[in-house]
């Protein structure tokens, strides 16, 4: 335990915008003007990029109402960025925090965020400079360590699944074969979301393609044939890092100059490629008419007014929770437990060391996918349903005896 500082506050976020990320912010600014050692809240413009310039807006400065709008708005309300600091960045950065009097740093972001806020926890220590350093967790494809599940990934779980609904309609009423391409570069939790809205026994998507699981391609031509074959139709999602059988993702082996972030992370969601080579593969092996082919792209994580409401409550628990805790801690992230599922679900909060977080990706665990690598689980779907909460219902009449 630490004694609480007397100092100002500066809050970023990171990396990819969410559909919840917001109320995590608003989390952070409104139990932060509980505990009088915090005398400001900075919002970083632009994140990391916005601190090296001087560049804060005063959080506190914000009306209620203003906050409330802000915590069911997508995307990054003060700006993101995919900045890599290095050793010098983060000097500038403390000098600026010395400048400022700022104390307590709160990073809402993926595995790269929590790496920032321990680099830059790291250096403040060596520097003699006390910090408090939190990451705020975040992150559609739930690829976080230690946590049971990442704010962000509800919201976009359940993009996945409407989306997928209405995509099963549309291939009913259209018949042929329907692929989509869905984010998830090393883990395949959100590709497996698409499944969530399923009821009826034919219901797409009739496959499901994950990082964690390579495939050739005569491999997912003759799953497809196989659907097309007892169904005359398949729903196909498939996440952006798709394996071949040498473990090579096919996005890259499709990118003849393959454009990378300051992470070193492959740009996979900003092309369409992958969709309409996996279209073509199709087309030219089963010599199926219908082909159709899309790339979800920035639509999953930034879609408004489809947040779910336990991944925004949590979002903003999460917020509040590494404040309380940066009063008592050094650093740290907050993450999850769950300790109740199905109507009973529930779960409780925690703090563990940045460093078991930084830099690190989950995987979507074995019992999750079937046996084949081309499905989910109903653990999966135990697993993920209380975190898109209610999902709608639809109908189809095409189905009926005819008269």
Same mark, same amino acid.
């Given at each position: 335990m630490?004694d609480a +500082?007397?100092?100002?506050?500066? $809050?970023?976020?990171?990396?990819?915008?969410?559909?919840?990320?917001?109320?995590s912010l608003v989390?952070?600014?409104e139990?932060?003007?509980?505990?009088?050692?915090?005398?400001?809240?900075?919002?970083?413009?632009?994140?990391v990029?916005?601190?090296?310039?001087?560049?804060?807006?005063d959080?506190?400065r914000?009306s209620?109402?203003?906050?409330d709008i802000?915590?069911?708005?997508?995307?990054?309300?003060?700006g993101? !960025?995919?900045?890599?600091?290095?050793?010098?960045?983060?000097v500038?950065i403390?000098? =600026?925090?010395?400048?400022?009097?700022?104390?307590y740093?709160?990073?809402? /972001?993926?595995?790269? !965020? &929590?790496?920032t806020?321990? =680099?830059?926890?790291t250096m %403040?220590?060596?520097?003699?400079?006390?910090?408090?350093?939190?990451h705020?967790?975040?992150?559609?494809?739930?690829d976080?360590?230690?946590t049971d599940? *990442?704010p962000?990934?509800?919201?976009?779980?359940?993009?996945?699944? *409407?989306a +997928?609904?209405g995509?099963?309609?549309?291939?009913?009423?259209l018949?042929? @074969?329907k692929?989509? $391409?869905?984010?998830?570069?090393?883990?395949?939790f959100?590709? &497996?979301a698409?499944?969530l809205?399923?009821?009826?026994?034919?219901?797409g998507?009739?496959? +499901?393609?994950f990082?964690e699981?390579?495939?050739?391609?005569?491999?997912? &031509? &003759?799953?497809?044939d %196989?659907? $097309?074959g007892?169904?005359?139709?398949?729903? @196909?999602?498939v996440?952006e890092?798709? *394996?071949?059988?040498?473990?090579?993702?096919?996005?890259?082996?499709?990118?003849?100059?393959?454009?990378?972030d300051?992470?070193?992370? =492959?740009q +996979?969601?900003?092309?369409g490629?992958?969709?309409?080579?996996?279209?073509?593969?199709?087309?030219?092996?089963l010599?199926v008419?219908? @082909?159709?082919?899309d790339?979800?792209?920035?639509?999953?994580?930034?879609?408004?007014g489809?947040? !779910?409401d $336990?991944?925004?409550?949590?979002?903003?628990?999460?917020?509040?929770?590494?404040?309380?805790?940066?009063?008592?801690?050094?650093n740290?992230s907050?993450a999850m437990?769950?300790?109740?599922? /199905?109507?009973?679900?529930a779960v409780?909060f925690f703090?563990?060391?940045? *460093?078991? @977080?930084?830099e690190?990706?989950?995987?979507?665990?074995?019992?999750?996918?079937?046996?084949?690598?081309?499905?989910v689980?109903?653990?999966?779907?135990?697993?993920?349903m209380p975190?898109?909460?209610g999902?709608?219902?639809?109908?189809?009449?095409?189905g009926?005896?005819?008269?």
């Open positions: 630490a +500082l007397k100092a100002n506050a500066v $809050v970023g976020q990171s990396g990819g915008p969410t559909g919840v990320i917001n109320a989390g952070v600014i139990e932060a003007a509980k505990h009088p050692d915090i005398q400001n809240i900075y919002g970083a413009v632009h994140a990029a916005g601190m090296v310039k001087d560049e804060f807006i959080l506190g914000v209620r109402e203003t906050l802000v915590a069911a708005s997508p995307s990054s309300a003060i993101t !960025s995919r900045d890599k600091p290095d050793a010098e960045y983060c500038k403390l000098d =600026i925090f010395k400048k400022r009097n700022i104390r740093f709160f990073y809402i /972001g993926g595995n790269d !965020s &929590a790496n806020a321990h =680099i830059l926890n %403040a220590d060596e520097a003699g400079f006390d910090i408090r350093a939190f705020v967790p975040k992150t559609v494809d739930n976080l360590l230690v599940h *990442c962000g990934f509800g919201t976009a779980a359940k993009f996945e699944a *409407c +997928l609904m995509d099963d309609l549309d291939n009913r009423a018949p042929g @074969v692929i989509d $391409v869905i984010m998830g570069r090393h883990a395949g959100l590709t &497996a698409a499944a809205g399923r009821v009826r026994d034919d219901d998507p009739h496959l +499901l393609y990082p699981r390579p495939v050739s391609m005569d491999k997912f &031509a &003759a799953d497809v %196989a659907v $097309v007892k169904l005359g139709r398949c729903v @196909v999602a996440s890092g798709m *394996c071949d059988t040498d473990g090579v993702t096919w996005a890259k082996k499709l990118a003849e100059n393959a454009e990378t300051a992470h070193g992370n =492959i +996979l969601s900003g092309t490629a992958l969709a309409d080579f996996l279209a073509g593969q199709i087309k030219e092996k010599k008419k219908r @082909v159709r082919a790339t979800f792209g920035y639509l999953q994580r930034s879609f408004a489809l947040q !779910s $336990v991944d925004a409550r949590e979002a903003r628990r999460c917020g509040q929770e590494a404040v309380k805790m940066a009063m008592q801690h050094d740290g907050v437990k769950r300790t109740g599922n /199905g109507d009973n679900y409780e703090r563990t060391d940045l *460093c078991n @977080v930084a690190k990706t989950k995987s979507m665990p074995d019992e999750f996918i079937n046996a084949d690598g081309n499905g689980t109903d653990a999966f779907v135990e697993y993920a975190l898109v909460g999902l709608p219902k639809t109908e189809y009449l095409g009926r005896p005819r008269v």
